[in-house]
Protein backbone atom coordinates (compact mmCIF):
# COMPACT_ATOMS: atom_id res chain seq x y z
CA UNK A 1 0.00 0.00 0.00
CA UNK A 2 1.15 3.77 -0.95
CA UNK A 3 1.70 6.11 1.75
CA UNK A 4 -0.93 8.15 0.95
CA UNK A 5 -3.69 5.58 0.28
CA UNK A 6 -6.77 4.60 2.15
CA UNK A 7 -6.79 1.24 3.25
CA UNK A 8 -9.52 -0.66 1.51
CA UNK A 9 -11.35 -3.35 3.87
CA UNK A 10 -13.70 -6.03 2.08
CA UNK A 11 -15.99 -8.59 4.34
CA UNK A 12 -12.61 -10.27 4.74
CA UNK A 13 -10.68 -7.87 6.12
CA UNK A 14 -13.28 -6.21 9.04
CA UNK A 15 -11.83 -3.77 11.50
CA UNK A 16 -12.43 -4.99 14.86
CA UNK A 17 -15.55 -4.37 16.35
CA UNK A 18 -14.50 -2.43 19.44
CA UNK A 19 -13.49 0.53 16.64
CA UNK A 20 -16.04 2.71 14.58
CA UNK A 21 -15.08 1.76 10.71
CA UNK A 22 -13.76 4.34 8.98
CA UNK A 23 -16.32 6.69 7.27
CA UNK A 24 -15.00 8.48 4.62
CA UNK A 25 -17.81 8.26 1.54
CA UNK A 26 -19.73 5.21 0.88
CA UNK A 27 -22.99 6.95 2.62
CA UNK A 28 -25.35 4.69 -0.08
CA UNK A 29 -23.88 1.80 0.63
CA UNK A 30 -24.04 2.00 4.65
CA UNK A 31 -27.01 3.51 4.47
CA UNK A 32 -28.75 0.28 2.11
CA UNK A 33 -26.27 -2.30 3.75
CA UNK A 34 -26.75 -0.70 7.09
CA UNK A 35 -23.25 0.34 9.39
CA UNK A 36 -23.24 -2.86 10.82
CA UNK A 37 -22.92 -5.72 7.62
CA UNK A 38 -19.70 -5.42 6.34
CA UNK A 39 -20.68 -5.70 2.90
CA UNK A 40 -21.05 -2.39 2.72
CA UNK A 41 -16.88 -2.14 2.80
CA UNK A 42 -16.96 -4.57 -0.10
CA UNK A 43 -18.94 -2.09 -2.24
CA UNK A 44 -16.79 0.40 -1.26
CA UNK A 45 -13.40 -1.41 -2.20
CA UNK A 46 -15.73 -2.13 -5.81
CA UNK A 47 -16.04 1.81 -6.09
CA UNK A 48 -12.74 2.71 -5.21
CA UNK A 49 -11.38 0.28 -6.87
CA UNK A 50 -12.87 -0.76 -10.11
CA UNK A 51 -15.73 1.64 -10.61
CA UNK A 52 -15.82 3.64 -13.94
CA UNK A 53 -14.30 6.92 -13.21
CA UNK A 54 -17.48 8.69 -14.08
CA UNK A 55 -19.26 6.60 -11.45
CA UNK A 56 -16.75 7.17 -8.82
CA UNK A 57 -16.92 11.13 -9.08
CA UNK A 58 -21.07 10.62 -9.17
CA UNK A 59 -20.99 8.93 -6.06
CA UNK A 60 -18.39 10.76 -4.20
CA UNK A 61 -20.37 14.29 -5.11
CA UNK A 62 -23.99 13.07 -4.95
CA UNK A 63 -23.75 9.63 -2.70
CA UNK A 64 -24.41 11.48 1.21
CA UNK A 65 -27.37 13.58 -0.36
CA UNK A 66 -28.78 10.37 -2.32
CA UNK A 67 -28.31 8.53 1.15
CA UNK A 68 -29.87 11.29 3.15
CA UNK A 69 -32.98 11.01 0.55
CA UNK A 70 -33.15 6.94 0.57
CA UNK A 71 -33.26 7.07 4.36
CA UNK A 72 -37.35 6.73 4.79
CA UNK A 73 -37.62 4.80 1.05
CA UNK A 74 -37.27 1.03 2.14
CA UNK A 75 -38.30 -0.70 -1.13
CA UNK A 76 -36.06 2.05 -3.02
CA UNK A 77 -33.25 0.83 -0.77
CA UNK A 78 -34.20 -2.95 -1.37
CA UNK A 79 -33.80 -2.36 -5.10
CA UNK A 80 -30.49 -0.29 -4.54
CA UNK A 81 -28.68 -2.95 -2.25
CA UNK A 82 -29.81 -5.81 -5.29
CA UNK A 83 -27.70 -3.40 -7.71
CA UNK A 84 -25.21 -3.41 -5.42
CA UNK A 85 -24.94 -7.14 -5.13
CA UNK A 86 -24.94 -7.94 -8.66
CA UNK A 87 -22.63 -5.21 -9.22
CA UNK A 88 -19.94 -7.01 -6.66
CA UNK A 89 -21.23 -10.32 -8.45
CA UNK A 90 -20.14 -9.51 -11.92
CA UNK A 91 -17.07 -7.66 -10.60
CA UNK A 92 -13.15 -8.69 -12.01
CA UNK A 93 -12.48 -9.67 -8.49
CA UNK A 94 -14.65 -11.64 -6.01
CA UNK A 95 -16.01 -10.12 -2.37
Do not use: Q
Not at 45 to 61: G, I, K, V
Amino acid sequence: MKTNELPVFTSETVPPTDLEPPVVDCWVAREVYGIDNPRWLDFRAWMREDSPSWFRNLYLSRGESIAHWLRPHKLLKTLVRFSMELTLRMSKRSF
